[in-house]
């Protein structure tokens, strides 16, 4: 039982991991290209006492057909000095969804995999391999 359950929790992860890193690299092949500037700075307060609170950076762009998107980006930082307003990033978004799809990078980086993509991706293969093991050496009893 152990086995089977492994290997669906690898299964599930496993596929999420990779259903991430092939969205970007879709979005990367026929999204639209262009600059987003940050036009506000939010403070997010620490959750626990002692750590310190996340500067979330507000961006917008202009998509090709002249609409203003304006989404709160997924790149936090503990200093508030790392992202200001004015600052210009990269993004790379659907034309279709652009306020759903998209991934932005720092002024002359290209869009990439976040470090979590993979760790899902492994973890997954991981599982996945470790419940067909259990599986295995259980029927070997």
Not at 15 to 31: A, K, P, V
Not at 68 to 74: A, D, K, P, Q, T
Not at 83 to 99: F, Q, T
Not at 119 to 140: A, D, M, P, Q
């Amino acid at each position: 039982m152990l086995g089977i359950i492994l290997v669906t929790a690898g299964c599930i992860a496993g596929l999420f991991g990779y259903q991430e890193l092939e969205d970007l690299n879709s979005l990367i092949d026929t999204g639209e290209q262009t600059q987003a500037t940050v036009i506000k700075v939010d403070y997010l307060s620490p959750s626990k006492q002692g750590d310190s609170g996340q500067y979330i950076p507000i961006v917008q762009w202009q998509s090709k057909q002249g609409k203003n998107i304006e989404v709160r980006v997924n790149l936090s930082s503990p200093k508030g000095a790392t992202y200001r307003v004015g600052n210009k990033l990269n993004v790379i978004y659907d034309p279709d969804k652009p306020n759903d799809r998209y991934y932005v990078a720092k002024q002359g980086q290209q869009p990439k995999p976040r470090i979590t993509d993979y760790v899902t991706l492994i973890i997954g293969i991981v599982f996945g391999l470790g419940g067909l093991l259990f599986i295995r050496e259980s029927r070997k009893v």
